[in-house]
């Protein structure tokens, strides 16, 4: 994962709350196998509304969105992840974000930063006023800076730590191999496995 | 540039023995490979990983990139649901990408050991009533999969929760999960539930209560008479729902209604294993003195069935009552959200909703298509005709299902109805296979989301009970089972 420090880059509104990962990716973009090349099927049904904020040459090359409340609820497909990111964004903005999708995103380097509902006014209003117009994020500060107000945004210290540092969560786990083998030699002998009922 | 580990943030206490605990804490605490230090997430260790065709292709990519080996095929199993068709299984996939979702499931499984069910087998099915049914899914375990609806297996008593594709991956490589604990959230129902009242009406009523994002950061359990009272299925029905509360997961204490539905199963433990189990679970429910983060209560006695009437699972009222006005909404958020749902729906406000004409009938999905929720199902619709121009589909959650339904005979009451019988899947709950909703149709669906476009682009979801979405397939409009003289089994 690459290290995250600053970004910057254009910024998109997403003037909606609640928008769930189906809404994010519907399902029928989930069948492919790989892990990149979901750019075409973020939003995917909502794109095809011509007033659409995607579909708006303003915000070519977005890269920072910021949306309403209860952003990447529902479904727990790390493909909403992966599309927001083969599109290009780097950081998502919201007061609120489903859990799942939030963890995911943290393991993409996919920032998510919370901040108030006024303030995601404060920035809808900007973008308003300048469509097209860049905002910085610096995650050495966890700052946002567009058209020169600066807002604190919330992230949690470790996924913070990991971000910047670029950390890759499999990696850092079996640094502690011998401890999780240390846990298998105490688990009861009747908890269920898997294997096949008469190979036990 | 490096930084150091961060600062302490929510410093957890270490885990101590004496200190009354709530059955979340008990199972947590028993997992935890090690303790989290300085804000650091704790390492909890992971009992029971379910794989499905969607989500992990990704992620033994990853594994075989880094020359990574499955740390315990023997804790992990697969099978195939959410591509499946559910109608000549034993043709070729006609989908290509879906076919080869699933051909990788195979390659995937046969090369790093992993037990397979594919479709045709008889353990087929969704992986969430595949659990429960081959007795893997055991009290005080910890479950995951990548699927939110995991949650599911809560109903046992175990902590189970929904992961990502890179957590799948993370759980192949190391049988465990780095995760910061949740809280805890008491959720009280007292009282007996009303004939024709289900599991599902508790659960859509809770999410109506504490709204989608209640549940937000918690582990919620479900407790109270009106909860012990209801069978594993009806619990699993209520855990199933809980990310529909924005909560991770959702827990019943074991009981003995838990510990008669396990014994005899395929994995259940045997001989002295089964009573030496028994005597562990019977420690797990949370101590009387035991504090929860939150506590939520609702009377049983008061529910009706239940509804929804816009695109997300909080957005629900009594099958009684009309289609709400977003102009009374005070929040102008839950206002422009309605407004939004209202417009997506073609819904006008003060429409009563039984007069809701309805153009199919969803029967199935993890929520709802265990053989208990199609007896339910069957009893409305026995010797019946279901409306002129309604498609009614009832799909089993697993082959076993579907065996089991067929030895009673209800496939022929379904048949006889004028509905499709199926074979085995996640089917129109998500419509990843060919099972959608044309543009514009509208569905009664025992499924757990009414999302946009959920179940096909443009379709229109209500979500309802096994029973409400019978008596709706006899009527054409939504029906409670009341509207119609028929014996009703809840």
Redesign the interface.
Known sequence: ME?F?THTGVAVPLT???V?T??II???Y??????TGFDDALFA?LRQQPDFVLNDPAFAGGSILFA???FG???????A?WALRDYGFKAVFSP?F???FR??SG??GLLTGVIT?EQVETCWAAIEAQPGITATVDL?TTTLTISGTSIPFEI???T??RL??GLD??G???R??P??TA??AG???????????GDR | MTETAPAPQNQQPAPDARRPKTLAEKVWDAHLVQQGEDGAPDLLYIDLHLVHEVTSPQAYDGLRAEGRPVRRPDLTIATEDHNTPTVDIDKPIADLTSRTQIETLRRNAKEFGIRLHSLGDVEQGIVHIVGPQLGLTQPGITVVCGDSHTSTHGAFGAIAFGIGTSEVEHVLATQTLPLQPFKTMAITVEGTLKPGVTAKDVILAVIAKIGTNGGQGYVLEYRGSAIRALSMEGRMTICNMSIEAGARAGMVAPDETTFAYLQGRPHAPKGEDWDAAVAYWRTLPTDDDAVFDAEVFLGADELEPFVTWGTNPGQGTTLSGIVPDPATMTDPQQRESAERALQYMDLTPGTPLKEIKVDAVFMGSCTNSRVEDLRQFAAIVKGRTKAEGVRVMVVPGSARVRLEAEAEGLDKIFTDFGAEWRFAGCSMCLGMNPDQLAPGERCASTSNRNFEGRQGKGGRTHLVSPVVAAATAIRGTLSSPSDIEAEVLV
């Open positions: 290290p420090t909606r709350s609640a769930d189906d809404q519907p399902a029928v989930l069948k492919r196998v790989t892990k049904h309403g409340p209860d609820t529902g479904s727990s497909r790390e493909h992840v609120r489903g859990d799942i963890g995911n393991k993409q509902e050495t949690d210290a470790y913070r730590w910047l540092e969560d499999i850092l786990t079996l502690d191999e401890r999780i846990f298998e688990r009861e002998a009747w908890r269920p496995t898997t294997l096949p009922v």
